[in-house]
């Protein structure tokens, strides 16, 4: 079945530093997006996008359909940046997720 | 800013009653989804639905029913409830068919089966 192979699983950041997540797909699809839970539970729209890249702030995503991989990397990393991301590919009636990557950023 | 609200926000339910999680959508959009999100999981589909009148089973349907009477509302239904059903459910809406456009959640409902 369609899969999304996300990485990595766990990240632990000192504050100001940066580093990316990646997900590979297994198959085309038009468009990803990525979402942050945060402690309250919440799932926070960060990025949608059908191709190219979108930054936003200290965070910058890009998406490649033809090599079926998106990235986001995060740069000057906050306490408050600590929670799960997950991609999710747009596959036109449903989105397939991730496992999530649970990003820790210690003082 | 798109919104969806789901009702409860917390549930606890008895193994073998039935649970009705609600969900509502402000956007206009066609598509509405449930998902559920467990530790070490993604969010996985359930339902989803093309618009008033329409359910189409996800990827986990087993053990769930669900209801679209409006373009707003979208209703997921655990007739008989067991403690494996315990999760985080996530309704969601958006995603329409033929153009690219961006999925919003709700904020989620606790639900436990003891």
């Known amino acids: 079945g369609d899969q999304v192979e996300q990485s990595p699983s766990a990240l632990s950041l000192h504050e100001g530093t940066g580093s990316a997540l990646r997900c590979n797909f297994t198959?085309?699809?038009?468009?990803v997006q990525w979402f942050r839970k945060n402690s309250r539970g919440s799932l926070i729209n960060l990025f949608y996008l059908a191709s190219g890249t979108k930054e936003n702030g200290r965070l910058k995503s890009a998406f490649d359909s033809k090599e079926r991989y998106s990235t986001l990397h995060i740069r000057d990393a906050q306490l408050e940046d600590s929670g799960t991301y997950f991609c999710?590919?747009?596959?036109?009636?449903?989105?397939?997720f991730g496992t999530g990557t649970s990003l820790l950023v210690d003082p | 800013e798109a919104a969806v609200t789901q009702s409860p926000r917390n549930k606890v339910a008895v193994t073998g009653g039935k649970v009705t999680l609600s969900c509502n959508q402000t956007?206009?959009?066609?598509?509405m989804y449930w998902y559920r999100q467990d530790t070490g999981h993604g969010l996985r589909l359930i339902h989803y639905s093309y618009g008033a009148g329409s359910t189409e089973k996800g990827d986990i349907p087993d053990g769930y029913k669900a209801s679209r009477p409006s373009q707003e509302n979208f209703s997921l239904i655990l007739e008989l409830a067991t403690p494996s059903q315990t999760s985080v459910y996530f309704c969601a809406s958006g995603g329409d068919r033929g153009r690219n456009t961006e999925v919003f959640f709700g904020k989620g409902t606790r639900l436990t089966v003891v």
């Open positions: 198959t085309t699809m038009r468009a």
């Open positions: 999710a590919a747009d596959m036109g009636y449903k989105l397939t």
């Open positions: 956007n206009n959009h066609n598509n």
